[in-house]
Structure formats: C-alpha cells, structure tokens
C-alpha cells in the first residue's frame, strides 16, 4: 500500500483504499453516484462530521442520508443557521447567542430591542424559503483565535463565548452565504437540503441560561425531510398543547405556584392531593406487597452527613445552601440515601437479613435556574417514591427481576406501554472494569430472562453503576421519564456499608436506589397530559355529580349523594343554575359520572345516569347498582378509554 492510500472501513465490512486527504463526499461518491446525491453527513470514527470532511488517517466511515436518525439533528442544526441568516436579514443589528438542535427540532437565541411578534416569524419563514432556495453551500473553515475575534468583533456574546476557549481549542466557523457563525458543525452540504422548516413559538431567554445575564429571544423551529412527518409532528404539538398540564392544572383546580412561595414550589389543591393522595395510597400498598419497609427521614440534615456521601462534593451546585443552628450547618436534602443508609446502619446486619428494601415518599430539593423551571415537570421541591435496596451481590438478579415486576404492575394500572434502555459504563467509572461487566451482565441477563427488548446507552451509566431506565409512552405517544434503577458501587464504600456473610467475615453490600414514578410533581403533571384531564374513575378528585333536574327533586338526590358517600365514592350535590349548565359545567371538569334524578327517578328510587364522554346517552339504574357499579370501577382502578 502506498503512503498516498488509506483504508476506509464502511460498515457493510468493506474496506476501501482512497487518497489521503480525501473528504467524506469523495468516498460516498466511490461507494455510487446515488449514495453522493443522497448524502447529508457522516459518521467518521463515531464522530458526526460533514462531507467535506478530510479523511488524514484509516477510519470507519459511514455516510449518513435522510434516512438515518443523526441526519435528522445534523439537518436541524443547519436549519437553525438559516433561521439566523433571515432573522439577521431581516434585523441586520440582532446580536447572535447559540442555536442548537434540540430533540423536537432546533432553537435559536437573538438580542434584540424589540421582541419577536408573530408577523416577524412569519417573515423570517418567506426568507428562510429564499435561503433555502438559493441553495446556499456551507463552508467551513478553521480560524485562529485573533482572527475569529476579529470576525466576531460586533458580536459580543460571541466574543464572550471565544474567551472561554482554551489556548488548544480548534475554532471553526461556517458561512452560508451572508451568514458566519461560530460552530462546531457538522452541517449538511447546502441550504437546499433542508427539507420542511417552520417556525413555532418565541419566549424570553436568559443568555447562558442565567437570569443575572441579558434577556435573549429564543425562536423555535422544527423541520423533518418530509412534509407528512412535518404535518404529523405539527398536530401533536396541537394535541400536547390542549392536554398542557399548566393549563388543565388550573382549569381542574390542581395545583398552583405563587412568586410569594417561590418558583418551582408546588401547591397541591384539594383536588390535586386527591389525585397525589389515591397514588400514594396505591404505591403503599403494592410495595409492601412487595416485601418493603417504609420509613421517613428528615428534610434537613447536616451538612457531615453530605460531606460523607460525597453529595457535598458532586453535588454542591444543585443544592440549597446551609442553615446555621447551634454552629451546625444544616441543608435541605437533594437525595433520599444518606437518610436510609444511616438506618441501614443502626445495627449489624447478617446476610439473613437481606435483601433490606427501604421505600420512602421522601420531599427533597434541588436547585434549578429558574429559566427551565416547568409547571409541575421540572420543580425545585419534589418528593420522590424513592427506595434503597440493600443486598448481598448474588441477589441483585432477583431483586431487579421483582423490580420489574412491580414496574409493570404500576405502569398497567396507569395504562403507559414503556421501552427499558441500559445505560453502562462511562470513561470516567469508580470500580474495576470486571465489577461494571458483571453488573451490566446482570441486567441485560434479567432483561432477556423476561424477554423484554431493550436499548443500550452506551456510556450513559452513572460513575458509580449501571442503570435501567423505564421510558413511558403517554397517550399521544410522547415519551417520559419513568421508572429507574441505579446500581451504586460508590456509596457502600464511602459509608463502610457491611454485612456479616455465612463465612462470618464482613462483605459490602450492593446497593440499589429505584423510583417507581420518579417525581410525584412530574409524574402528576404527566398524567394529567396521559388522561387529558379525563382521570380514570379511582383518581377522578370527584367521581360522581348529583343534578337534580330541579329543586323538587333536591332531597331526593341529596340522599344518593349520601349513599355514595357511605361507599367512600366522592360525590357531590350540584343544585344551582339551569339543568344544562351545570351537565355543561359537570363536563368540563372532566367527573366520570353525573347522577341526574328528576321526577320518575325520584319516585322509582333510580338514578339516570351519564358517563363521561357518551354525550346524552343516559342510562336509568337502581341506585344500589350505581353505587355498587361506581365502587367496583374505582376498586378495581379500572381505566377506561382515554379519549
Ligand atoms: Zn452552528
Ligand atoms: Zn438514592
């Protein structure tokens, strides 16, 4: 082989000899002329990259088309360049901050005098036409840090941004035709491989995400390859939006949050704490089915409890500052563990006494920047339904097998399909590299005992274990955070954790930290989105509403509303206002059942009675049947059809 030559591994197993210094497009264009047109990016050594990338050395390529899901993210980016050319086309003095790609499509971050209006958005869509029209190429090119300033030197956020590189750094920027950027890239080739772009909201966003620093305006976009996708994806945001747990929150007298409180803090309402209350209750119960202790631990704790997990040390950034009371420095907690650690070591325990399952409904905080604080989805204060399993390492194949079970009698009940991810060991790992591959095997042992598929998060475990993640999929088939289990191979150390094993020595135990729902707030304000604020009967803050078609007939519904009462149904008497308004009023609060007694019903001791969702079709029952039927459906936690 010659010195000109390097060896291009693709991945059907093919190995190609190209020139050295060839770019990505020239080898996507050995593989075939169909592969060159349809190429938008690359894959080299792992790295995403552009096409015009030079290949120096032997590498593993891959050329990456519409067809792969990295395109897509590639492509969003590049539509976030282009949004910044029209927007600067438009408003040539706006300041420019950063515009990634995010999951759902792409953002971009201006200064700007004037907020961004609607008719300015639909502006800079006709350029963002035109741009992509035009077909613009980027260009990439790699600048020294004088030169970049110099480049830079009307953009101050970009100036700021130049400064914190190090004397290393290898600083590039991309042109597409008027436009130059900052950028790490990749791009596709040209603005004309964009696909479908359109511009969705705008909001205030602090620069760097720090509300000491400048208000930016942040416009958000989307864009898929295809218009179907575009239209698909745009009606879920339609159907997201009318399901906002914000907005259903308030509407259904859920929760609210108060600037006097403070940002991030959650107020239950009455009818919010029925819905946590019925959760907990259930949660409670089918734990200690499964063989665990509850216990409580305090909110605050000092601060050497802290110093000893290491929380004090990793941690410090997301926790509330100390209180200082009789020289001691205490902190709200940030995590459940220290407190159920400590109990673990309140006496000597054998391997008779494993596995020591500890559950706690435990209200923690972290500190959050108030600029991702999200309804009840993203708090400051929230109780986790959190749980430390301690267990000798021959047990953690069954207790994740028992875990799994519970998993999927919670995520049934609620009615959510789920997906598991693996996540395993990143560079950075406590423990040896034979401890991480047993845990590891472990779980994808159990996994595959059960024959459930599942993904693998390759790296994205914890430095101190492994983890499932339990991914549910809501009604209109978003997903979200759900169950997880953590192995923990740092915290036994740091607190001398031990058992007495049947050789009488002492051994570490392992230690497991799982949530079932996580976050009582987030999983609340999701469910809420799941049902559309329509809960299933056993959740329903009020299940049945008694209307007395006029007030003849008061008493007479009065006295089902006790009957249902006396079965611990939640039920209420509405006799105010027209007939047709309160069944209008009864529906927009989403109750499960309303309860109509007129004349006939009165006489013949039956109920006519109306389920959420069938409109005017009433049916007459006894009302011992009613009541009976109302008590089986909310005991049984029946969910009905969502929609
Ligand atoms: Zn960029
Ligand atoms: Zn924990």
């Avoid at 060159?36 to 088309?65: C, N, P, W």
């Avoid at 239950?268 to 704490?273: M, N, Q, R, T």
């Avoid at 191979?489 to 001398?496: A, G, K, M, S």
Wanted: net charge negative; glycine share 8%.
């Amino acid at each position: 082989m010659s010195d000109e030559q390097i060896r291009v591994a693709l991945p059907d197993g093919t190995v190609l000899e190209v020139p050295r210094g060839s770019t990505v497009g020239d080898v996507a264009a050995r593989i075939g002329p169909g592969l060159a047109k349809a190429a938008l990016a690359s894959v080299v050594d792992g790295e995403t990259r552009d096409l015009m990338y030079r290949l120096e050395t032997d590498a593993a390529v891959r050329v990456l088309t519409e067809r792969d899901p990295e395109a897509l993210s590639v492509m969003r980016h590049s539509a976030a360049h282009v949004l910044a050319t029209a927007v600067r086309l438009e408003r040539p003095g706006a300041g420019i901050g950063f515009g990634p790609a995010i999951d759902e499509g792409f953002y971009y971050d201006f200064e700007v005098d004037e907020p961004f209006t609607p008719d300015d958005l639909a502006r800079f869509e006709k350029r963002i036409e035109e741009i992509v029209a035009e077909d613009q190429a980027f260009e990439r090119r790699v600048v020294g840090q004088e030169e970049a300033r110099e480049l830079f030197s009307d953009d101050p956020l970009k100036l700021e941004r130049l400064d914190e590189f190090p004397d290393d750094e290898v600083i590039t920027v991309y042109r597409n035709g008027p436009f130059l950027d900052l950028c790490r890239g990749p791009h596709v080739p040209s603005t004309g491989r964009l696909g479908r772009v359109k511009l969705l909201s705008t909001a205030g966003a602090y620069w760097r995400g720090d509300e000491r620093r400048q208000m930016l305006q942040r416009i958000y976009g989307t864009s898929f390859f295809r218009q179907a996708e575009l239209d698909e994806h745009l009606e879920r945001l339609e159907e997201a939006r009318k399901r906002d747990h914000r907005v259903l929150g308030r509407e259904l007298d859920l929760y609210s949050t108060d600037p006097r409180v403070g940002s991030g803090l959650v107020l239950w309402h009455p009818k919010g704490a029925i819905l946590r209350m019925e959760i907990e209750n259930y949660e409670r119960e089918l734990i200690l089915r499964h063989g665990y202790d509850l216990v409580y631990t305090p909110h605050l704790m000092s601060e050497r409890i802290f110093e000893i997990s290491g929380h004090l040390e990793n941690f410090a950034e997301n926790m509330y500052g100390p209180v200082e009371v009789e020289g001691t420095r205490y902190r709200p907690k940030p995590m459940n563990c220290p407190g159920h650690i400590t109990i673990f070591q309140t006496q000597h325990r054998s391997y008779r006494d494993l596995p020591i399952r500890m559950a706690e409904f435990g209200t923690v905080y972290r500190y959050e920047r108030s600029g991702v604080l999200h309804g009840m989805l993203r708090v400051r204060g929230f109780t986790q339904d959190d749980a430390h399993v301690f267990c000798t390492p021959e047990q953690v194949a069954g207790e994740i097998d028992r875990l799994i079970d519970l998993v999927d009698e919670m995520l049934e009940t609620f009615g959510y399909p789920y997906t598991v991810e693996l996540s395993t060991k990143p560079d950075k790992a406590l423990g040896s590299d034979e401890q991480w591959a047993e845990a590891e095997r472990t779980l994808a042992g159990v996994l595959e005992g059960r024959g459930m598929a599942y993904e693998i998060d390759a790296g994205g475990g914890a430095f101190y274990g492994p983890k499932l993640d339990f991914k549910l999929i809501d009604a209109i088939g978003r997903m979200w955070q759900g169950p997880t289990v953590q192995l923990d191979f740092n915290l036994p150390e740091r607190f001398e954790l031990e058992y007495i094993g049947d050789d009488n020595q002492p051994h570490r135990p392992v230690m497991l930290h799982r949530v079932l729902v996580g976050s009582m707030e987030r999983f609340v304000g999701g469910l809420v989105e799941h049902y559309a604020g329509a809960f299933p009967v056993w959740l329903a803050p009020e299940q049945v509403r008694v209307l007395p078609v006029s007030e003849h007939w008061v008493d007479s519904a009065a006295e089902l509303v006790e009957s249902l009462k006396e079965e611990g149904i939640r039920a209420s008497l509405h006799d105010r206002e027209t007939l047709s308004h309160r069944i209008r009023d009864a529906e927009l609060h989403k109750v499960p059942y309303m309860g109509v007694v007129g004349e006939r019903e009165a006489e013949a001791g039956t109920v006519a009675v109306r389920r959420r969702g069938s409109g005017r079709k009433q049916v007459t029952m006894d009302r011992a049947d009613f009541v009976r039927h109302v008590s089986e459906e909310a005991e049984s936690r029946a969910i009905e059809e969502t929609h």
